[in-house]
């Protein structure tokens, strides 16, 4: 079992899942293609460092983030295997990334040559980047006519160390993937491009986790695992895990106190919730400031006592009050210091961060990563 955590709501992360969520993506990787985790937003919620060291023990090869900061925490952590940023980061951090060996993404001359300005010659590391290549997602990217002038402007900047290139797919998790197949022909068009100039960068990727599932022909030098490491689908109807993946996430809390509501009283905020007869409710210490969703939507009800616990009126920022009369009735009481499960399974019951996606109207990737960091993460199984 997990150590105690420090406060009554936690999240528990199973170490072994996430480790053999890895083995089944390596096992579907081209031979000679390298796996690269994305770990940004605290690992998709379940942790950044030791999410991390549990997937490169596991045979992941490098790591991807978000920024610079979260880049930088992994290497506070120990982390020493290759870490990209994905996203932008401002020139005058550059000289940063350089001497704690982080790489940074570029898509256009001016950064290239701001970042060149703040790695001087003389520094010991030279800064490494990846070109990202806009193939049809249309956010950050270099237009493929732009391309071949922009790598010969990089080969000019001799502190900057141009290791890769990559690009991302905007619909792979869905049935029809022709537009994919079109952006990934795309990329394959500007690789030959810059391989017949000799421009071509050592590292080209291109596969996300429903790629990586789907698409072999994509995988190239590296591909770039997500949501799939951590057990969840792609998307739960067009892109399924298959069988095997796990799940590595399980969300608790604590009943904290335990009251009877009679006919007319109101719960939470607003008073939006008023209740018709005489009713037993629970107060769990958990709430939207930990990334349980307020309003308009909500999870609807949680697990207590191995029955769904209807969530009362107005979630609040660190309360939420829910109805065991479902508890009361199988088991006769509700106690202080029960259980309540947010997302993970409890006696028969089981609701996973797809159903709570659903209900809250959103994906699961939002419904882990948005839960903050102040709800303590607690580690079981594997090597620790």
């Not at 990217?141 to 141009?162: I, K, M, N, Q, S």
């Amino acid at each position: 079992m997990p150590p105690l955590p420090n406060r009554p709501t936690w999240i528990e992360v199973d170490r072994d899942a996430l480790a053999n969520n890895v083995r089944k993506l390596r096992r579907r990787l081209a031979p000679g293609t390298r796996l690269m985790a994305v770990v940004k937003a605290n690992a998709y919620g379940h942790g950044a460092v030791e999410t991390t060291r549990v997937l490169l023990r596991a045979g992941a090869d490098a790591c991807a983030v978000a920024t610079l900061s979260e880049g930088l925490e992994l290497r506070d952590g120990g982390i020493t295997a290759p870490i990209l940023v994905l996203g932008y980061t401002p020139p005058h951090l550059a000289a940063e990334a350089a001497r704690r060996d982080v790489t940074l993404t570029l898509y256009d001359g001016d950064t290239a040559t701001a970042y060149a300005a703040c790695v001087q010659p003389g520094d010991a590391t030279r800064l490494k980047v990846h070109v990202k290549i806009n193939t049809g997602m249309n956010r950050l990217g270099v237009d493929p006519a732009d391309c071949v002038a922009l790598f010969e402007a990089l080969r000019d900047l001799p502190v900057l160390d141009v290791e890769g290139i990559f690009t991302h797919f905007a619909t792979s998790d869905e049935f029809d993937r022709s537009h994919t197949q079109q952006q990934f022909d795309l990329f394959r068009e500007v690789l030959a491009l810059l391989g017949a100039s000799g421009l071509r960068p050592r590292v080209a990727h291109a596969a996300n986790s429903a790629a990586i599932l789907t698409m072999p022909d994509t995988h190239l030098d590296m591909a770039r695992a997500g949501i799939a490491l951590y057990g969840l689908d792609p998307d739960p109807e067009q892109c399924p895990l298959p069988d095997g993946f796990r799940p590595a996430l399980v969300w608790k809390s604590t009943v904290s106190q335990v009251r009877v509501l009679n006919p007319g009283d109101a719960v939470s905020y607003g008073r939006e919730f008023i209740a018709e007869r005489r009713m037993p409710v629970a107060v769990l210490p958990v709430g939207y400031a930990d990334g349980f969703p307020r309003r308009p939507q909500t999870w609807e009800y949680v697990l207590v006592g191995g029955q769904p616990a209807p969530i009362l009126g107005r979630v609040c920022m660190d309360q939420t009050v829910v109805d065991v009369t479902a508890a009361f009735l199988m088991n006769g009481a509700v106690d202080v210091g029960d259980e309540a499960v947010l997302i993970g399974r409890q006696s028969d019951l089981r609701i996973t961060a797809e159903d709570a996606a659903a209900r809250v109207g959103t994906n699961n990737y939002d419904i882990v990563s948005r839960i903050l960091a102040r709800v303590p993460r607690v580690y079981h199984g594997g090597n620790a």
